[in-house]
C-alpha cells in the first residue's frame, strides 16, 4: 500500500470543511459526492444524491460497473491507483465506500484532503474477523464463543467444545465465501490447510431460531438512528429474503439488537450507516440460554442488502441515509410505513426471469442492477413487496417467488 500513502495531495479546497456540507444544498454550486466501489449498493447511493441535487463520482476500476454507469464522474483505476485517488478526491467534496475490501490506506489517503465517512480506523476493523470481535467484546456485545487461529499451536490449542464449528478467514469473506463447516479436529485442520493457513476464526456452530439485523446511521455530531430490525434468511451463505414486518422479530429481542447496534456504532465513534447482523439462538437450548438468546455475528460498514426494503417501504432509505451522513445533513429517525418482503434476485434466475409476469402482482418493486453478466449467485437485483397488511405481503411474495423459481420460504 505504499503507493497510495505516497499519494501527494495538493488539492483545491471545495468549501469550509467545517461548515456542514448540507449548507451547499440548494446552491448554485456543484456539490459532488464520491464513492469508493462501482456495484450495486455505489449505484443506489448514486441514484438516492442525484435525488437530493449532487453531483457524483465513483472509483472502480471496472468500466462498465453499475454505479459507475450511472454516475457524473466515473474514475476507472485501481482502487490503490494514486492518479484515480488523486482524481476522486479532486472532485469530490466528501467520499464513502460500498464494499468492506476497498483498502483502508486508500481512504486513509482520500481523507489527508477530503471528508471520509466511514473513516478507515472503522473501516478495517470491520474488515478482520478478528478485530471486530475484539470490538464487539468492548462493547459488551456478545458473539457465538470462537478461537483465532494464526498459528499451529493454535490450532492445536482450539477447545473441543467449538466442535462442530465454522472456519472463517479473518479477511475479505462476504457471501458465504472463506467459511468451512467442520465436525471434526481433522476436518478443522485440512480445511485450514485449505484456506493456505491465513489468519481464521473458528465458530461454534450455534442452534439458531432465527438471524436478523439491524442498520443504523451515526452522524458526525453523534446523532444516531435506526432502521427496524430486519429479519434474514441466508441460503447457501448469501442473503436470499428479508422481511420487516411487526411479526418478524420478537419486540424484546428487536430492543436488544438495536441498543447493540447502536452501542456498536458510538463505541467506534462511527460516521456513515452500518449494518450489524445478529443470531437469535434457540430459546430451548442450554447454550441459547447460556448465551443469552442474542448474539452479534457481523458488521459491515456500508448500507446492507438486508437494508434495500427500505426504499420502498420506509420514509427514509438506507441510501438517503448514506448521502445525509456524508454531507452533514440531519438524521430523523426513519418510520417504515408498509410491511416489506424483499427478495433477492440472483443471477440463477437468469437468462429469462419473467418480471413481467411479476410486476402484475400488486405492490411489487423491482430494481435491477444493470450488471453486464449474470453467474450463479451473483446479486443481480432485488424485488421488494409492500403491502397494508403482513399476510398479503406475504401471500405476494410466495406468488412472486413461484413466478421466478425461487424456493418459497
Ligand atoms: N457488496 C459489497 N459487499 C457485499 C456486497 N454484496 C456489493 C457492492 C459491491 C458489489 O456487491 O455493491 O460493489 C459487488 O458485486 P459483484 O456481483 O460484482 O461481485
Excluded at 93 to 102: D, Q
Excluded at 223 to 250: K, M, S
Aim: proline fraction near 7%; include cysteine.
Amino acid at each position: 500500500m505504499s503507493e497510495v500513502s505516497q499519494m501527494s495531495v495538493a488539492l483545491p479546497p471545495q468549501g469550509d470543511p467545517s461548515a456542514p456540507h448540507g449548507l451547499a444544498l440548494g446552491s448554485d454550486t456543484e456539490v459532488t459526492l464520491g464513492v469508493m466501489g462501482g456495484g450495486q449498493l455505489g449505484r443506489m447511493f448514486v441514484h438516492a444524491a442525484h435525488r437530493m441535487g449532487f453531483f457524483t463520482a465513483v472509483l472502480d476500476p471496472d468500466p462498465k460497473s453499475p454505479a459507475g454507469r450511472v454516475s457524473h464522474h466515473h474514475v476507472a483505476t485501481a482502487y490503490t491507483d494514486p492518479e484515480g485517488l488523486q482524481q476522486l478526491a479532486q472532485c469530490c467534496l466528501a467520499i464513502t465506500t460500498e464494499f468492506e475490501n476497498v483498502p483502508a490506506a486508500a481512504l486513509a489517503a482520500l481523507a489527508t484532503s477530503r471528508t471520509v465517512s466511514p473513516g478507515a480506523a472503522a473501516v478495517a476493523i470491520a474488515q478482520d474477523r478478528i478485530q471486530e470481535k475484539n470490538h464487539f467484546g468492548q462493547c459488551g456485545v456478545p458473539c457465538a464463543p470462537y478461537a483465532v487461529i494464526e498459528s499451529a499451536e493454535q490450532l492445536a490449542a482450539v477447545a473441543d467444545d467449538l466442535l462442530p464449528g465454522i472456519l472463517k478467514t479473518a479477511r475479505m469473506g462476504y457471501d458465504g465465501k472463506g467459511q468451512v463447516r467442520v465436525s471434526s479436529r481433522e476436518a478443522l485442520a485440512s480445511a485450514w490447510t485449505a484456506l493456505q493457513g491465513v489468519p481464521c476464526v473458528l465458530e461454534k456452530m450455534l442452534p439458531l431460531q432465527l438471524e436478523c439485523s439491524v442498520i443504523v446511521a451515526r452522524g458526525a455530531d453523534g446523532t444516531c438512528v435506526n432502521l427496524p430490525v430486519q429479519r434474514n434468511l441466508h441460503r447457501d451463505g448469501i442473503l436470499a429474503v428479508t422481511e420487516v414486518t411487526p411479526e418478524a422479530v420478537p419486540q424484546a429481542l428487536a430492543e436488544r439488537a438495536v441498543a447493540a447496534a447502536r452501542a456498536i456504532a458510538t463505541q467506534l465513534q462511527y460516521v456513515g450507516v452500518l449494518c450489524v447482523e445478529f443470531f437469535v439462538l434457540d430459546p430451548e437450548s442450554p447454550v441459547g440460554q447460556a448465551l443469552g438468546g442474542l448474539v452479534v455475528n457481523e458488521m459491515a460498514p456500508r448500507p446492507h442488502n438486508s437494508g434495500h426494503y427500505s426504499l420502498d417501504a420506509c420514509d427514509v432509505s438506507q441510501f438517503d441515509l448514506q448521502v445525509r451522513t456524508l454531507a452533514g445533513l440531519p438524521l430523523t429517525q426513519p418510520r417504515q410505513h408498509s410491511p416489506a418482503i424483499m427478495l433477492n434476485l440472483l443471477g440463477d434466475l437468469w437468462p429469462a426471469p419473467n418480471f413481467a409476469a411479476v410486476l402484475a402482482l400488486p405492490g411489487t418493486h423491482l430494481h435491477l442492477y444493470g450488471k453486464a453478466q449474470a453467474s450463479k449467485g451473483r446479486k443481480m437485483g432485488h424485488l421488494t413487496i409492500t403491502g397494508a397488511d403482513p399476510a398479503q405481503v406475504r401471500a405476494t411474495a410466495l406468488q412472486a417467488a413461484a413466478l421466478l423459481g425461487i424456493t418459497p420460504f
